[in-house]
Nanobody, 119 residues
Framework: QVQLAESGGGLVQAGGSLRLSCAGS????????MGWFRQAPGKEREFVAF????????YYTDSVKGRFTISRDNAKNTVYLQMNSLKPEDSAIYYC????????????WGQGTRVTVSS
């Protein structure tokens, strides 16, 4: 089973950028489709972005299209989420998970990494 560790969150002003990383260890990380998800206080967890095992296929939830970019480096067992033009509504805890389309493959969530965007 792949173990995942998210990092890179922090406090940033609106319009700023952050790059999140998700490091995988064990299991078959390089053969897993991966997704980023987020949960804001008082809200349901939601899908943010998906990348296929090869990195060729990506897609995003509408609210982040054109601002966020998901990528992966299988040699480093790492998935990234580059977030530009951040908005206060992007504030949330961000998680990476193995994914099937827009759904996480399991309901076991780690600590994630917190992103706070100030206005």
């Amino acid at each position: 089973q792949v173990q995942l560790a998210e990092s890179g969150g922090g406090l940033v002003q609106a319009g700023g950028s952050l790059r999140l990383s998700c490091a995988g260890s064990g299991g078959t990380f390089s053969s897993s489709n991966m997704g980023w998800f987020r949960q804001a206080p008082g809200k349901e967890r939601e899908f943010v972005a998906f990348v296929s095992e090869s990195g060729v296929v990506t897609y995003y939830t509408d609210s982040v299209k054109g601002r966020f970019t998901i990528s992966r480096d299988n040699a480093k067992n790492t998935v990234y989420l580059q977030m530009n033009s951040l908005k206060p509504e992007d504030s949330a805890i961000y998680y990476c998970k193995a994914a099937a389309g827009r759904a996480a493959l399991s309901d076991s969530w780690g600590q994630g990494t917190r992103v706070t965007v100030s206005s």
